[in-house]
Every structure is written in structure tokens, then in C-alpha cells.
């Protein structure tokens, strides 16, 4: 009797939503400081794979709530990075404070681009916002008086210490906030009208809801963490070229997000950073193959889009019911 | 597919004074003022205008027909170029060894039609191993599902290609090693007019072989309703196959032509790829017609941008122009009526 209460009370913490979330959280605070981890070179991989994971974050909150793919992603992170990069560089303004700005200011091309492009279906919203960031990494590449286009911007960084651990610990900030932040946004009545624009505009439409001016709402706050994430990644990096706005970082970062499954939001957090970590390493392992990890996320993503659309995410999800439904179920199978 | 221009119910003034036509007359005079002056200038919007013609006229059919849009579609002009590249450069070497006028005249088109058939055999391998299983799966959200879909096809084959042949740029000066033809005083390169030709007569069977071949109406058919097709009796799976097959292949002709003027390497396709992409969104989703007039125009403003500008701004000023259309028409040029059918 005692071991079957046990069992079940097992079961019930594990039920539990808020215990992978702590889980979660906890192993991302203490993974530096275990070996090896706490090795210089692993500890930047996670700082990678933090970034990629926020990333992934901001880019799934347009394209798995309300449907839009934002394919000018990594424009908008650029023009946070050089945004800020560009105030301290010049104006000598902190980067604590430089970043905001740097949010703002992608925030405010989101805007832009939202209220041009999403009157319109799905699809020329996504490509429009493709060519935006296209015209965007052209301006900056070719604007060489201001940006020093192709020879890199040199930006000052965040601490005067190289060690990646308080860089982490940064990152890892950004990457919660922007999960707390957008969850609540999802959580809000706003979610439910992106939710509902995103599965049927008509219905959505038809129940009373504006779906332009959410559609704005939604695409305005993703380009602005977008832009902070940049400005991160400019005071990490301490060099910017306009390469940082290339469609394939893009597609990097669309690849994790659909992999951890769309419309989750932290699906992509949980998978990139073992896949991250994963990555760098397949890259030192074959680094005379370059370019072999985007074939690695080409395929993966391929064979998301086409046998498990939900990613990841489903899969803990159907998980997670399992472990609801409590043991007999466990044996069922499906 | 359906005429968007339709010259019974508008009257001829009221057309003529349309924002398409105000559109396509300054870009007709812009490129005779331009043309007179600057010859040169002329020859390379033809040029590449024929071509990005291929290219958008194939990424338009493909998203009439299946509601793909394709963002691979620049690496079949990548593989064009590699193919013809292969097979044209033993034949340069041997021409070089034994001079002879016919291997001279005919020695770049088996590379250029070897390029079309493996695009085509590559398009055609898409069609049945990746999109016609997410067609069996499910079709929601399709035309966004298949975007991301050929997303990561495009990762695979340009980073595919950089593992499999290296980052060298393997490229040519020309294919027909002749000196420059003068056209009313003006001398014209004679791969650029060749290329021109080839474009033209392409363009010419793709269109009779889409006006009034059985299976090319059956593709206008399907583009129109699928559902209706269907019940008439016409392989949806075989269409869908042909389509896709035929815009890559076309695709991939594009990259062996202009083979002179880009020399194949992984990422070769990312220009091509956004200049179709440009003219398509610029004439309308999924409009053929639409797609071949809308390319020169954007060859137009590339080839101006390049001369008078500069070659990086190739990625701003047609951006800014296009965004200047769809304030105004937001369906696009020809504001064409065939709307994705899976899409609410």
C-alpha cells in the first residue's frame, strides 16, 4: 500500500505542470557550472544555443499563432544589433541601454512592415517581410560610411572580461523574459484573437474581431524582441557584418522553431538547446565539411513539416497526456 | 489563369488609364529613352529579362497549379548552372584543341538541355517524395506548410552542393567564343542575343504548350479548380508532377543560359531566386502572363539600379518600388483572380 501511494503521488508531481518548467529552468541555471559545461569553449556553445532558443521563441510567436512567417527574422535582429552596436560605437551609449533601443527601433519596422503587408493573405505578408530585411541588409552593406558594410562594425561589449559565464547568465535572462513575457501575451485575450486569426481569418472575422490590427500587434512585438536579441548578440560578438541579416539565419532559426513544434512557444526553447550544443559539435567534428549542421537542420526540418507537424512540443505533449491518463493507458499503446 | 485584363467590360479609355498600363507604358518608355542612349544598358535587360521570364513564369505556375510557393526555386538554377557547366567545359576544351564551326555553334546546347531535363528530374523527385506525402497527410495551413517545406529543401541543396563540389565558383567568360555582333552601330555580345532567342522561343512553346496541348489545359484546368478537374477525369497526381517537373526544368535552363554572367556556386540561386520572387509577387500570385511582362520590368530597374546606382543596391530599389505598387494595388500588377485554393 505504501509503495502504490507513492507511485501515485510520483505521478501526481509529475503531472504537475509547473515541475518541467522549474525542472527547466533550474537545469539552464546550473548546466555552466557543471562539467563540461564549465569548460570556456561549452559554455559558449550554450550561450549559441540560448541565443538560437530566444530566437526561436519570438519567431514562433508570429508564425505559430497567427500563421505568418516572418522570413526577414534575421534583418530584424540585425537591425537591433547595429542599431545598438552603432549608439555605443559612436555615441558612447551603454549597451544596457542601447538594446531597448535597439528593440525599439525594430519594433518600430515590424510595425511598418506589419501595417503594409498584413492586410494582405498570409503568404505576401511573409515574403514582403523577406524582401524587407533584404533591403535592409543591402542598405546596411552598402552604407559603408556609417556601417563599414562588409568590413564589419566594430561594437563595444557588454562586460570587459572575455568569460562567457556572465554572457550566459545575460542570455539566459533574455531568453526567460521573452518566454514570460510572450506566454502572458498568449495567455491575455490578445492570444485568443491570434489563435483564432491564425486558423481561419473569416471566422475570426466574422466573430467580431479585427484581424489587421492583431495581426500588427503580434508581428510588432516579435520584430521588437527580435531586435533585442540582436542587440545581444552585438555586444557578445563585438563585430557585426551585414551578414547577420542573411535569409539562411532565417531559416536556422524557422528550423528550430517548427522542430520544436509551432504554436508552443517553448517547444523551441526545450530543443535548441541540445541541438545547438549538437551542432557545434557535429561542426568541430567535421570542420572541414562546412555546412554540413544546415543540412542536418534542412533535413530535420523536412521531415518535421511532413510527418510530425507539431514537432517536439506534440511529441511531450501526447507525453505528458499519457502520464495523466495514469498507468493502464501507459500500456495501451496507440 | 483567366485573362485579368478583360477588354469586354472595361472600356479602352478607362484601361489605358489603369494603374497596370500607366505601369508597363513608363517602363516601355523608360526603356526606349534609356535603350537609345545607353545600348548597352538594353541588351542586358533582354537578356536577363528573358530569362528571369523562365524563372517567374515557372515559380507562378507552380503556385497556380499547387499552391506551392516555391522558395527552392533558385536552386534549380543553381543546378542548371553546375549541369551545364560539367558538360560544357570538356567540350570547351576539346574545341580548343580541334577548332570546328559546328561543335562552336552547337557546343553549349547539350549542357543547357542536360541542365533542363536534370532540374526537371530533381523537380519531378520533389514532387513525389516530399510534397505529395504532406498532400496525403494534410492539407491545412498548406500554402505556408509547403513555403517552409521547400525552405528546407533550398538549405539541403545549397549546402548539399557545398559538401558534395566545394565553394569554388566555376564559371565561364562565354559560350560562343565569337566577336560581338554590330546591330546598328552598336555592339551586342553574342551570348546576350542568343540568350534572348532562347528565352523567346522558350517562352513561345511554354505558352502554346499551356493554351493548346491537352495536358497543358488540363494544368490551366487545375489551376482553376481542382475539384472540378478531378471530376472530369484529369490524374491530379500526374499534373502536379508535369508542373513541377516543367518550372524547375525551366528554372534550371535559366541557370545554364546565364551560366556567362553567373558562375555556378552553392548560393548562385539566392539572386535569381528573389528577382522572380520579385516579379511574381509583383504581377500577382500564381499569374503566368503576368510573370513574363512583370520580369523585364524588373530587369529593367535591376540593370538600371546596377548602372546608375550601384550593384549592391540590386536588393533595395526594386524592394522599394514594389512596395510602392502593392500600396496601391495590393493583388499585384495584374491583379490576378487565381487565389490559392486551399487557403480560406
Redesign the interface.
Known amino acids: 500500500m505504501p509503495a502504490r501511494t507513492s507511485v501515485s503521488a510520483m505521478r501526481a508531481f509529475l503531472a504537475d505542470r509547473r515541475v518541467p518548467v522549474v525542472a527547466f529552468v533550474l537545469l539552464l541555471l546550473v548546466l555552466p557550472l557543471i562539467p563540461p559545461f564549465n569548460r570556456q569553449d561549452f559554455t559558449r556553445y550554450l550561450v549559441v544555443a540560448v541565443f538560437m532558443a530566444a530566437q526561436a521563441v519570438a519567431f514562433d510567436f508570429t508564425a505559430g499563432y497567427i500563421n505568418v512567417v516572418n522570413f526577414g527574422f534575421a534583418a530584424f535582429v540585425g537591425l537591433g544589433g547595429y542599431t545598438s552596436g552603432l549608439l555605443a560605437a559612436n555615441y558612447g551609449l551603454s549597451p544596457w541601454i542601447g538594446i531597448f533601443v535597439g528593440a525599439l527601433a525594430a519594433g518600430l519596422l515590424g510595425l511598418l512592415t506589419g501595417a503594409l503587408t498584413l492586410r494582405l493573405r498570409g503568404i505576401y505578408a511573409a515574403v514582403m517581410a523577406w524582401f524587407v530585411g533584404l533591403a535592409l541588409m543591402g542598405i546596411v552593406r552598402n552604407w559603408a560610411d556609417v556601417t563599414r558594410g562588409s568590413l564589419g562594425l566594430n561594437v563595444p561589449l557588454f562586460f570587459a572580461s572575455s568569460d562567457n559565464l556572465p554572457y550566459y547568465y545575460v542570455i539566459l535572462a533574455m531568453l526567460l523574459v521573452t518566454l514570460l513575457v510572450l506566454a502572458l501575451v498568449i495567455r491575455s485575450h490578445l492570444g485568443l484573437a491570434f489563435r483564432a486569426i491564425g486558423q481561419n481569418v473569416q471566422a475570426a472575422r466574422a466573430s467580431g474581431i479585427n484581424p489587421t490590427r492583431y495581426l500588427v500587434i503580434n508581428f510588432t512585438l516579435s520584430s521588437a524582441f527580435a531586435g533585442l536579441l540582436g542587440g545581444f548578440y552585438a555586444h557578445y560578438y563585438g563585430i557585426l557584418t551585414p551578414d547577420v541579416m542573411l535569409t539562411s539565419r532565417t531559416v536556422e532559426v524557422l528550423a528550430i522553431a517548427y522542430i520544436g513544434g509551432r504554436g508552443s512557444l517553448w517547444g523551441g526553447a526545450v530543443i535548441a538547446i541540445p541541438l545547438g550544443i549538437g551542432v557545434e559539435l557535429l561542426r568541430i567534428q567535421f570542420s572541414d565539411l562546412p555546412g554540413i549542421h544546415l543540412v542536418l537542420y534542412g533535413i530535420l526540418l523536412i521531415l518535421v513539416m511532413i510527418y510530425r507537424p507539431a514537432g517536439v512540443a506534440g511529441f511531450l505533449r501526447g507525453l505528458d497526456a499519457r502520464l495523466r491518463r495514469g498507468g493502464s493507458a501507459a500500456h495501451e499503446g496507440e | 489563369m483567366t485573362s485579368a485584363l478583360n477588354p469586354q467590360t472595361v472600356p479602352l479609355a478607362r484601361r489605358l488609364l489603369s494603374f497596370t498600363w500607366i505601369t508597363i507604358g513608363i517602363a516601355v518608355l523608360v526603356t526606349v529613352v534609356v535603350g537609345i542612349n545607353y545600348p548597352s544598358i538594353l541588351v542586358s535587360t533582354l537578356a536577363t529579362g528573358g530569362m528571369w521570364a523562365l524563372m517567374a513564369g515557372g515559380l507562378a505556375l507552380v503556385f497556380g497549379v499547387m499552391n506551392i ?1 516555391n522558395f527552392a526555386h533558385g536552386e534549380f538554377f543553381m543546378i542548371g548552372s553546375l549541369a551545364s557547366f560539367t558538360v560544357f567545359t570538356p567540350i570547351q576544351n576539346e574545341l580548343l584543341e580541334h577548332p570546328s564551326t559546328l561543335l562552336l555553334v552547337l557546343g553549349p546546347f547539350p549542357g543547357m538541355i542536360l541542365a533542363a531535363l536534370v532540374g526537371a528530374a530533381v523537380g519531378v523527385v520533389m514532387e513525389v517524395f ?1 510534397f505529395r ?2 498532400r496525403r ?2 492539407r491545412d ?1 498548406w ?3 509547403t ?3 521547400t ?6 541543396l ?3 552542393n ?2 558534395l563540389f566545394g ?1 569554388d565558383f566555376r564559371g565561364i567568360t562565354r559560350y560562343w567564343d565569337v566577336p560581338p555582333l554590330q546591330v546598328l552601330g552598336v555592339s551586342v555580345a553574342v551570348d546576350r542575343a542568343l540568350v534572348f532567342i532562347i528565352a523567346l522561343i522558350t517562352i513561345a512553346l511554354f505558352s502554346v504548350f499551356l493554351r493548346s496541348t491537352r495536358t497543358g489545359r488540363a494544368m490551366r484546368a487545375v489551376s482553376q479548380d481542382e475539384t472540378g478537374a478531378q471530376m472530369v477525369g484529369i490524374d491530379l497526381n500526374r499534373i502536379f508532377m508535369l508542373t513541377l517537373g516543367l518550372s524547375c526544368g525551366l528554372a534550371s535552363l535559366a541557370g545554364a543560359s546565364l551560366l556567362f554572367m553567373f558562375p555556378s556556386y ?1 548560393s548562385v540561386g ?1 539572386q535569381p531566386l ?1 528577382l522572380a ?2 516579379v511574381v ?1 509583383l504581377a500577382g ?1 500564381g499569374n503566368v502572363q503576368g510573370a513574363v511582362v512583370g520580369a523585364f520590368i524588373v530587369a529593367l530597374l535591376q540593370t538600371l539600379t546596377v548602372y546608375f546606382i ?1 550593384v ?5 530599389l526594386p ?2 518600388f ?2 510602392f505598387i ?2 496601391f494595388k ?2 499585384g500588377l495584374f491583379g490576378s483572380e487565381v487565389k ?1 485554393v486551399w ?2
Open positions: 510557393p516530399l506525402p504532406l497527410r494534410s495551413q500554402v505556408m506548410n513555403f517552409l517545406l525552405a528546407g529543401i533550398s538549405v539541403v545549397v549546402n548539399g557545398q559538401l565553394n552553392p539566392v528573389y520572387w520579385y509577387i500570385l550601384g549592391g543596391w540590386v536588393d533595395v524592394t522599394a514594389i512596395i502593392l500600396l495590393p493583388s490559392g487557403e480560406q
